[in-house]
């Protein structure tokens, strides 16, 4: 115990990649896979209920329940990251790639596999910047997602509303 490093408030805050020990990657893919499975169980009610909760709960989709388990998958997510990210980061982490997916999509299908391809480049780029400016590796992958983010406010509209405008002439 005395010659073990102790987590310190910069760590907690922030994150530690240096830090995460075999367990928190297997933690991490048990739980990308568990929330995989549910997505992919539970779409249609996932999608219903996330749009129109009293149309969904009307025609018999359990709302309270569903509403339950994407609360759960969401608490899993944060617990489960918390150490390679900190507390500080790990909603920007959730939260950027899907708005940048929803930013260039209305599709709900393609927004799940951009928002994950969005959210993995952002945490490879990150990384890798991060080893090579020698700076903190979760606030980088935040940073990363960011400029994704202003990329797709300044060109995204622009393709959104070009697609509608082809849509419209067809």
């Known amino acids: 115990l005395y010659g073990s490093p102790g987590r310190n408030a910069d760590a907690l805050l922030f994150g530690n990649v240096l830090g995460v020990t075999t367990s928190d990657v297997w933690l991490i893919i048990g739980v990308a896979l568990a929330t995989a499975a549910i997505v992919f169980f539970f779409?249609?009610?996932?999608?219903?209920?996330?749009?129109?909760?009293?149309v969904a709960a009307a025609t018999g989709v359990r709302t309270?329940?569903?509403?339950?388990?994407?609360?759960?998958?969401?608490?899993?997510?944060?617990?489960?990251?918390?150490?390679v990210m900190g507390v500080t980061l790990i909603a920007a982490t959730l939260v950027v790639p899907?708005?940048?997916?929803?930013?260039?999509?209305d599709s709900f299908g393609k927004m799940l596999a951009l928002s994950g391809l969005i959210g993995a480049v952002s945490g490879f780029v990150g990384m890798n910047a991060s080893y090579h400016l020698d700076v903190a590796s979760g606030p980088t992958i935040v940073l990363t997602s960011a400029c994704f983010f202003i990329v797709a406010y300044v060109f995204?509209?622009?393709?959104?509303?070009?697609?509608?405008?082809?849509?419209?002439v067809h």
């Open 64 to 83: 309270a329940w569903i509403d339950a388990l994407l609360m759960v998958v969401l608490s899993a997510t944060v617990l489960a990251t918390m150490n």
């Open 98 to 105: 899907a708005v940048v997916a929803r930013m260039l999509t």
């Open 43 to 54: 779409y249609r009610q996932l999608l219903f209920t996330t749009f129109d909760t009293q």
């Open 156 to 168: 995204g509209g622009r393709f959104r509303r070009r697609a509608g405008t082809v849509a419209h």
